[in-house]
Protein backbone atom coordinates (compact mmCIF):
# COMPACT_ATOMS: atom_id res chain seq x y z
CA UNK A 1 0.00 0.00 0.00
CA UNK A 2 2.70 2.25 1.07
CA UNK A 3 4.73 1.72 -2.37
CA UNK A 4 1.74 2.16 -4.13
CA UNK A 5 1.16 6.13 -2.69
CA UNK A 6 4.70 6.65 -3.19
CA UNK A 7 4.73 5.55 -6.89
CA UNK A 8 1.08 7.74 -7.33
CA UNK A 9 2.87 10.62 -5.81
CA UNK A 10 5.74 10.48 -7.82
CA UNK A 11 4.11 10.34 -11.25
CA UNK A 12 1.02 12.57 -10.14
CA UNK A 13 0.83 13.57 -14.15
CA UNK A 14 1.00 9.88 -15.58
CA UNK A 15 -1.90 9.06 -13.07
CA UNK A 16 -3.78 12.47 -13.17
CA UNK A 17 -4.39 11.73 -17.07
CA UNK A 18 -5.44 8.58 -16.67
CA UNK A 19 -8.02 9.67 -14.18
CA UNK A 20 -9.68 12.00 -16.52
CA UNK A 21 -9.79 9.98 -19.05
CA UNK A 22 -11.77 7.45 -16.77
CA UNK A 23 -13.58 10.33 -15.22
CA UNK A 24 -15.07 11.63 -18.81
CA UNK A 25 -15.73 7.84 -20.05
CA UNK A 26 -17.69 7.17 -16.17
CA UNK A 27 -19.73 10.43 -16.97
CA UNK A 28 -20.55 9.59 -20.88
CA UNK A 29 -21.56 6.33 -19.53
CA UNK A 30 -23.82 7.29 -16.90
CA UNK A 31 -25.31 10.71 -18.83
CA UNK A 32 -26.18 8.25 -21.55
CA UNK A 33 -27.64 5.56 -19.18
CA UNK A 34 -29.43 8.61 -17.56
CA UNK A 35 -30.90 9.86 -21.20
CA UNK A 36 -31.89 6.14 -21.44
CA UNK A 37 -33.73 6.23 -18.43
CA UNK A 38 -35.44 9.85 -19.56
CA UNK A 39 -36.24 8.79 -22.85
CA UNK A 40 -37.84 5.47 -21.90
CA UNK A 41 -40.06 7.51 -19.08
CA UNK A 42 -41.04 9.43 -21.84
CA UNK A 43 -41.70 7.03 -24.17
CA UNK A 44 -43.85 4.36 -22.12
CA UNK A 45 -44.12 5.26 -18.52
CA UNK A 46 -48.21 4.88 -19.28
CA UNK A 47 -47.00 0.85 -19.92
CA UNK A 48 -44.38 1.20 -17.03
CA UNK A 49 -47.51 2.07 -14.33
CA UNK A 50 -49.65 -0.94 -15.37
CA UNK A 51 -49.92 -4.25 -13.61
CA UNK A 52 -46.06 -6.69 -13.81
CA UNK A 53 -48.98 -9.36 -15.56
CA UNK A 54 -49.20 -10.73 -18.78
CA UNK A 55 -50.04 -8.81 -21.55
CA UNK A 56 -52.19 -10.21 -24.72
CA UNK A 57 -52.34 -9.08 -27.89
CA UNK A 58 -54.51 -10.59 -30.82
CA UNK A 59 -52.44 -13.19 -32.38
CA UNK A 60 -52.82 -11.96 -35.77
CA UNK A 61 -51.66 -8.64 -34.93
CA UNK A 62 -48.10 -9.89 -35.32
CA UNK A 63 -46.90 -8.47 -32.26
CA UNK A 64 -48.18 -4.41 -33.12
CA UNK A 65 -50.35 -3.56 -30.26
CA UNK A 66 -52.37 -1.03 -33.33
CA UNK A 67 -53.30 -3.85 -35.24
CA UNK A 68 -54.97 -5.81 -32.30
CA UNK A 69 -58.44 -6.31 -31.79
CA UNK A 70 -60.06 -7.78 -28.87
CA UNK A 71 -63.92 -8.30 -28.35
CA UNK A 72 -64.71 -6.66 -25.20
CA UNK A 73 -66.11 -10.11 -24.24
CA UNK A 74 -62.89 -11.22 -23.46
CA UNK A 75 -62.51 -8.75 -20.63
CA UNK A 76 -63.69 -10.79 -18.09
CA UNK A 77 -64.18 -9.32 -14.37
CA UNK A 78 -60.23 -9.23 -13.11
CA UNK A 79 -59.21 -8.85 -16.42
CA UNK A 80 -57.31 -5.37 -17.02
CA UNK A 81 -57.84 -4.47 -20.40
CA UNK A 82 -56.84 -0.97 -22.48
CA UNK A 83 -56.73 0.37 -26.00
CA UNK A 84 -54.56 3.24 -27.09
CA UNK A 85 -54.75 5.99 -30.50
CA UNK A 86 -52.55 8.75 -31.37
CA UNK A 87 -54.27 11.61 -32.93
CA UNK A 88 -53.86 15.30 -32.82
CA UNK A 89 -56.28 17.84 -30.76
CA UNK A 90 -56.28 21.62 -30.80
CA UNK A 91 -57.13 23.67 -27.59
CA UNK A 92 -59.17 27.24 -27.60
CA UNK A 93 -56.17 29.12 -28.56
CA UNK A 94 -56.12 26.99 -31.62
CA UNK A 95 -52.93 25.72 -30.86
CA UNK A 96 -52.25 21.79 -32.04
CA UNK A 97 -50.52 19.10 -29.73
CA UNK A 98 -50.36 15.73 -30.52
CA UNK A 99 -51.37 13.16 -27.95
CA UNK A 100 -52.23 9.52 -27.11
CA UNK A 101 -55.96 8.78 -26.53
CA UNK A 102 -56.14 5.89 -23.84
CA UNK A 103 -59.07 3.87 -22.49
CA UNK A 104 -60.03 1.02 -20.33
CA UNK A 105 -62.11 -0.73 -18.35
CA UNK A 106 -60.03 0.28 -15.07
CA UNK A 107 -62.05 3.01 -13.65
CA UNK A 108 -58.71 3.77 -11.70
CA UNK A 109 -56.31 3.76 -14.74
CA UNK A 110 -58.69 6.75 -16.55
CA UNK A 111 -59.19 8.27 -13.02
CA UNK A 112 -63.51 7.95 -13.64
CA UNK A 113 -63.34 10.42 -16.31
CA UNK A 114 -67.01 11.67 -17.34
CA UNK A 115 -68.37 11.25 -20.60
CA UNK A 116 -67.00 13.86 -23.02
CA UNK A 117 -64.62 14.65 -20.71
CA UNK A 118 -60.48 13.60 -20.95
CA UNK A 119 -57.88 14.32 -18.76
CA UNK A 120 -54.58 15.01 -20.01
CA UNK A 121 -50.68 14.33 -18.97
CA UNK A 122 -49.60 17.77 -16.83
CA UNK A 123 -46.53 18.65 -19.63
CA UNK A 124 -49.72 19.85 -21.83
CA UNK A 125 -50.55 22.16 -18.97
CA UNK A 126 -47.34 23.62 -18.76
CA UNK A 127 -47.69 24.51 -22.60
CA UNK A 128 -51.20 26.71 -22.19
CA UNK A 129 -53.80 24.49 -21.59
CA UNK A 130 -56.05 24.87 -18.48
CA UNK A 131 -59.05 22.53 -16.66
CA UNK A 132 -61.83 23.61 -18.04
CA UNK A 133 -60.90 24.30 -21.33
CA UNK A 134 -62.84 22.83 -24.62
CA UNK A 135 -60.56 21.26 -27.08
CA UNK A 136 -61.24 19.71 -30.62
CA UNK A 137 -59.97 16.65 -32.00
CA UNK A 138 -60.45 15.32 -35.84
CA UNK A 139 -61.43 12.12 -34.56
CA UNK A 140 -64.34 13.15 -32.76
CA UNK A 141 -67.27 15.59 -34.35
CA UNK A 142 -67.98 17.08 -30.28
CA UNK A 143 -65.86 19.09 -28.45
CA UNK A 144 -64.12 17.55 -25.22
CA UNK A 145 -63.52 19.29 -21.89
CA UNK A 146 -60.59 19.16 -19.75
CA UNK A 147 -61.80 17.62 -16.70
CA UNK A 148 -58.24 18.09 -14.80
CA UNK A 149 -54.54 16.61 -15.33
CA UNK A 150 -52.79 13.52 -14.17
CA UNK A 151 -48.51 13.10 -13.44
CA UNK A 152 -46.08 10.92 -15.76
CA UNK A 153 -48.68 9.52 -18.17
CA UNK A 154 -46.69 9.49 -21.72
CA UNK A 155 -46.48 7.43 -24.85
CA UNK A 156 -44.86 7.11 -27.42
CA UNK A 157 -42.99 10.28 -26.70
CA UNK A 158 -46.33 12.03 -26.12
CA UNK A 159 -49.07 12.81 -23.46
CA UNK A 160 -51.79 10.97 -22.87
CA UNK A 161 -55.56 12.15 -23.20
CA UNK A 162 -57.18 9.83 -20.65
CA UNK A 163 -60.97 9.27 -21.96
CA UNK A 164 -63.77 6.64 -20.31
CA UNK A 165 -64.75 3.88 -22.34
CA UNK A 166 -67.79 5.47 -24.29
CA UNK A 167 -66.55 8.67 -25.56
CA UNK A 168 -63.43 6.50 -26.55
CA UNK A 169 -65.74 4.24 -28.52
CA UNK A 170 -67.40 7.21 -30.36
CA UNK A 171 -64.23 8.32 -31.18
CA UNK A 172 -62.81 5.04 -32.86
CA UNK A 173 -66.25 3.61 -33.62
CA UNK A 174 -64.53 0.34 -32.23
CA UNK A 175 -65.96 -1.33 -29.19
CA UNK A 176 -62.77 -3.74 -28.98
CA UNK A 177 -60.10 -3.12 -27.45
CA UNK A 178 -56.51 -3.58 -28.09
CA UNK A 179 -54.61 -5.34 -25.22
CA UNK A 180 -55.56 -7.56 -22.09
CA UNK A 181 -53.46 -7.77 -18.96
CA UNK A 182 -54.09 -10.66 -16.71
CA UNK A 183 -52.41 -12.65 -14.37
CA UNK A 184 -51.96 -15.85 -16.00
CA UNK A 185 -51.80 -16.49 -20.12
CA UNK A 186 -55.34 -16.93 -21.26
CA UNK A 187 -55.54 -20.92 -22.59
CA UNK A 188 -56.92 -19.44 -26.32
CA UNK A 189 -54.88 -19.61 -30.03
CA UNK A 190 -56.42 -16.02 -30.76
CA UNK A 191 -54.55 -14.36 -28.17
CA UNK A 192 -50.85 -14.26 -28.21
CA UNK A 193 -49.03 -13.66 -24.63
CA UNK A 194 -46.39 -11.59 -23.64
CA UNK A 195 -44.50 -10.07 -20.21
CA UNK A 196 -44.58 -6.51 -19.74
CA UNK A 197 -41.12 -6.41 -20.67
CA UNK A 198 -41.48 -8.15 -24.03
CA UNK A 199 -44.65 -5.73 -24.76
CA UNK A 200 -42.45 -2.87 -24.44
CA UNK A 201 -40.32 -3.94 -26.81
CA UNK A 202 -43.11 -4.23 -29.50
CA UNK A 203 -43.22 -0.52 -29.50
CA UNK A 204 -41.09 0.20 -32.22
CA UNK A 205 -39.37 3.76 -30.90
CA UNK A 206 -38.81 2.09 -27.36
CA UNK A 207 -37.70 -0.62 -28.97
CA UNK A 208 -34.85 1.46 -31.26
CA UNK A 209 -34.27 4.26 -28.62
CA UNK A 210 -33.19 1.50 -26.27
CA UNK A 211 -30.92 -0.76 -27.96
CA UNK A 212 -28.94 2.04 -29.75
CA UNK A 213 -27.87 4.08 -26.26
CA UNK A 214 -27.61 0.59 -24.41
CA UNK A 215 -25.00 -0.59 -27.14
CA UNK A 216 -23.21 3.05 -26.51
CA UNK A 217 -23.12 2.52 -23.02
CA UNK A 218 -21.19 -0.71 -23.16
CA UNK A 219 -19.06 0.52 -25.75
CA UNK A 220 -17.79 2.60 -23.45
CA UNK A 221 -17.79 -0.19 -20.87
CA UNK A 222 -15.46 -2.01 -23.31
CA UNK A 223 -13.22 1.14 -24.04
CA UNK A 224 -12.93 1.84 -19.84
CA UNK A 225 -11.28 -2.03 -19.75
CA UNK A 226 -9.09 -2.02 -22.78
CA UNK A 227 -7.31 1.79 -21.31
CA UNK A 228 -6.96 0.37 -18.23
CA UNK A 229 -5.33 -2.97 -19.74
CA UNK A 230 -3.22 -0.68 -22.14
CA UNK A 231 -2.42 2.03 -19.86
CA UNK A 232 -0.68 -0.60 -16.89
CA UNK A 233 1.07 -3.12 -19.69
CA UNK A 234 3.07 -0.06 -20.56
CA UNK A 235 3.80 1.10 -17.08
CA UNK A 236 4.85 -2.48 -16.58
CA UNK A 237 6.96 -2.33 -19.42
CA UNK A 238 8.61 0.61 -18.21
CA UNK A 239 9.13 -0.70 -14.73
CA UNK A 240 10.52 -3.95 -15.74
CA UNK A 241 14.08 -3.44 -13.92
CA UNK A 242 12.40 -1.96 -10.33
CA UNK A 243 10.14 -5.32 -10.77
CA UNK A 244 13.37 -7.58 -10.86
CA UNK A 245 15.01 -5.58 -7.87
CA UNK A 246 11.99 -5.76 -5.96
CA UNK A 247 11.88 -9.28 -6.32
CA UNK A 248 15.57 -10.17 -6.30
CA UNK A 249 15.40 -8.35 -2.69
CA UNK A 250 12.46 -11.00 -2.34
CA UNK A 251 9.19 -9.18 -2.53
CA UNK A 252 6.40 -11.52 -3.68
CA UNK A 253 4.60 -11.47 -7.05
CA UNK A 254 1.26 -11.42 -5.06
CA UNK A 255 2.59 -8.03 -3.43
CA UNK A 256 3.17 -6.29 -6.76
CA UNK A 257 -0.05 -7.34 -7.89
CA UNK A 258 -1.65 -5.65 -4.47
CA UNK A 259 0.42 -2.83 -5.03
CA UNK A 260 -1.32 -2.28 -8.92
CA UNK A 261 -4.57 -2.89 -7.64
CA UNK A 262 -4.45 -0.47 -5.55
CA UNK A 263 -3.44 2.02 -7.69
CA UNK A 264 -6.59 1.09 -9.49
CA UNK A 265 -8.63 1.12 -7.19
CA UNK A 266 -7.96 4.67 -6.25
CA UNK A 267 -7.73 6.27 -9.79
CA UNK A 268 -11.67 4.16 -10.29
CA UNK A 269 -12.71 5.13 -7.21
CA UNK A 270 -11.92 8.81 -6.90
CA UNK A 271 -12.76 9.16 -10.95
CA UNK A 272 -16.75 7.04 -10.51
CA UNK A 273 -17.56 9.24 -7.44
CA UNK A 274 -16.88 12.75 -8.93
CA UNK A 275 -18.48 11.67 -12.51
CA UNK A 276 -21.38 9.92 -10.03
CA UNK A 277 -21.98 13.46 -8.23
CA UNK A 278 -21.89 15.51 -11.74
CA UNK A 279 -24.29 12.86 -14.01
CA UNK A 280 -26.89 13.08 -10.31
CA UNK A 281 -27.10 16.89 -10.02
CA UNK A 282 -26.83 17.10 -13.67
CA UNK A 283 -30.90 17.04 -14.06
CA UNK A 284 -30.70 20.90 -12.50
CA UNK A 285 -28.47 22.07 -14.87
CA UNK A 286 -30.24 20.55 -18.14
CA UNK A 287 -32.98 22.91 -20.23
CA UNK A 288 -36.67 21.72 -18.84
CA UNK A 289 -38.16 18.99 -20.91
CA UNK A 290 -35.00 17.53 -20.99
CA UNK A 291 -35.83 13.31 -20.86
CA UNK A 292 -33.19 12.80 -18.46
CA UNK A 293 -33.68 10.21 -15.62
CA UNK A 294 -30.62 8.96 -13.23
CA UNK A 295 -31.23 6.64 -10.30
CA UNK A 296 -28.40 5.59 -7.91
CA UNK A 297 -29.11 1.96 -8.32
CA UNK A 298 -28.39 2.33 -12.17
CA UNK A 299 -25.14 4.37 -11.15
CA UNK A 300 -24.41 1.71 -8.35
CA UNK A 301 -24.49 -0.82 -10.82
CA UNK A 302 -22.41 0.87 -13.96
CA UNK A 303 -19.90 1.89 -10.84
CA UNK A 304 -19.70 -2.31 -10.20
CA UNK A 305 -18.74 -2.87 -13.54
CA UNK A 306 -16.53 -0.16 -14.21
CA UNK A 307 -14.89 -1.49 -10.92
CA UNK A 308 -14.70 -5.29 -12.61
CA UNK A 309 -13.62 -4.23 -15.98
CA UNK A 310 -10.76 -2.06 -14.57
CA UNK A 311 -9.80 -4.71 -11.99
CA UNK A 312 -9.92 -7.43 -15.26
CA UNK A 313 -8.00 -5.21 -17.25
CA UNK A 314 -5.14 -4.11 -14.92
CA UNK A 315 -4.47 -8.01 -13.91
CA UNK A 316 -4.43 -8.95 -17.58
CA UNK A 317 -2.02 -6.46 -18.86
CA UNK A 318 -0.12 -7.41 -15.74
CA UNK A 319 0.37 -11.36 -16.37
CA UNK A 320 4.00 -10.28 -17.44
CA UNK A 321 5.05 -9.46 -14.06
CA UNK A 322 4.62 -13.08 -12.93
CA UNK A 323 7.08 -13.85 -15.82
CA UNK A 324 9.58 -11.50 -15.05
CA UNK A 325 13.27 -13.00 -13.38
CA UNK A 326 14.86 -11.35 -11.58
CA UNK A 327 18.80 -11.63 -13.08
CA UNK A 328 17.29 -10.84 -16.43
CA UNK A 329 15.68 -7.67 -15.37
CA UNK A 330 18.42 -6.28 -13.56
CA UNK A 331 21.06 -6.77 -16.27
CA UNK A 332 18.49 -4.80 -18.46
CA UNK A 333 19.84 -1.98 -16.37
CA UNK A 334 16.43 0.09 -16.91
CA UNK A 335 15.13 0.14 -13.06
Known amino acids: MNMAWKEMKKNKARFLLLGSIVFLLSL ?3 ILSGLSEGLSEDNVSLVK ?3 DKTFHLNAGAEGCYAQ ?3 PSTEAESGI ?7 GTMTGEQEEKHTVAFFSSNEP ?10 VILDSSLKKEGLSEGEWIQTPLLKEPLRIAGF ?3 KRFNHSPVALLNESTYQRMTGLKEWQVLVASDEKNTTELRPFSKQEFLTTIPSYQAEQT ?4 IVWFLVGISGLLFAVFFYMMNVQKVGMYGILKALGLRTRTLFQMMWTQMGVLIVLSIVAASAVSLNLIHLLPEGTPYSLSVQTVLRLSLVFFIVGFAGSTLSAVQIRRIDPLTAIQRGDA
Open 212 to 215: TLTM
Open 49 to 51: QMP
Open 108 to 117: EQVQQVGDGE
Open 80 to 86: FAFSIQM
Open 28 to 30: MTF
Open 150 to 152: TDH
Open 68 to 70: STI
